[in-house]
C-alpha cells in the first residue's frame, strides 16, 4: 500500500495555533504504525516551524509512505454560526469491511464519486450509507444525530467510516456516544455534519431522488 499519502486537515487560529493538535498527531502516528508508514514523529516539528498571520488558515500536512511531510495552508473563512447545510444521499455505498477507511489518506475516488452525484447547488454536502444501508459519514465531515436525550450519537467505526477528529474530541468529553443510526433516526432527530476544521453545522437530510 505505497500509492497513497496519509491526510491530517486542520485549522490554526492566530494566538492559539492549531486546533486540537494533540488529537490530529495522535491520528496521524496510530494510522502511520497501523499502515507501516514512517516518519509520523516529525509532525510535530514540521507543523511548529509553521508561520501565520492574524486571520485563521486552513492547514493540510501529507505524509507518504517513506516519511515525506508536506505542510501547506490556505486563508479559511469559519461558516456564520446560523449555517444549516442541506444534504443529500448518495448512490455509492461505502465497504463496511474496506479497514482503509478508517485512515485519512489521498485515496479520496469513492468520496468524490458521491460528492459528484449532485451539483453543488443542489447540496452543500453528501451522506453514505454502507453496504447495510446504514448511514455512515459525509464526504468530507462525520454525522452527529441530537435524539432529545443530550448525549449526540454517531455511527461507529465498523460501520466503514473515518475515525474524525472532531468526533473523538466530543466521544472524549461525553458530548457524543457510539451507536448505529439508520436513515428513519436520521430524519426524526436533529442532524449534526462537522470535521475539525469547520466545527459542528446543523444539517437538514434533502429528500431522496
Known amino acids: 500500500m505505497s500509492d497513497f499519502s496519509l491526510i491530517e486537515t486542520m485549522r490554526w487560529e492566530p494566538g492559539t495555533g492549531i486546533v486540537r493538535l494533540r488529537l490530529h498527531l495522535a491520528r496521524l502516528k496510530r ?4 499502515l507501516g508508514f514512517a516518519g509520523a514523529e516529525q509532525a510535530a516539528e514540521k507543523l511548529a516551524d509553521m508561520q501565520g498571520e492574524n486571520l485563521p488558515l486552513r492547514v493540510r500536512l501529507t505524509l507518504s509512505p517513506v516519511g515525506e511531510i508536506a505542510v ?3 486563508p479559511f ?4 454560526e446560523d449555517t444549516i447545510w442541506r444534504v443529500a444521499i448518495a448512490s455509492t455505498q461505502l465497504d463496511s469491511t474496506n479497514t482503509l477507511l478508517r485512515h485519512k489518506t489521498t485515496r479520496r475516488e469513492i468520496y468524490e464519486a458521491a460528492r459528484a452525484e449532485y451539483p453543488a447547488a443542489d447540496a452543500d454536502e453528501v451522506l453514505l450509507l454502507n453496504e447495510k444501508g446504514e448511514p455512515c459519514e459525509g464526504t468530507i465531515t462525520s454525522i452527529f444525530l441530537d435524539d432529545g436525550t443530550g448525549i449526540l450519537k454517531t455511527p461507529p467505526i465498523s460501520c466503514g467510516l473515518l475515525a474524525g477528529v472532531l468526533r473523538t474530541e466530543l466521544i472524549c468529553a461525553r458530548r457524543a456516544r457510539i451507536q448505529r443510526l439508520t436513515l ?3 430524519q426524526t432527530g436533529t442532524l449534526y455534519m462537522g470535521n475539525s ?3 459542528l453545522i446543523r444539517a437538514e437530510l434533502q429528500p431522496e431522488n
Open 31 to 34: 494510522s502511520a504504525g497501523r
Open 72 to 74: 501547506t495552508t490556505a
Open 77 to 80: 473563512s469559519p461558516l456564520p
Open 184 to 186: 428513519a433516526d436520521l
Open 197 to 199: 476544521l469547520r466545527g
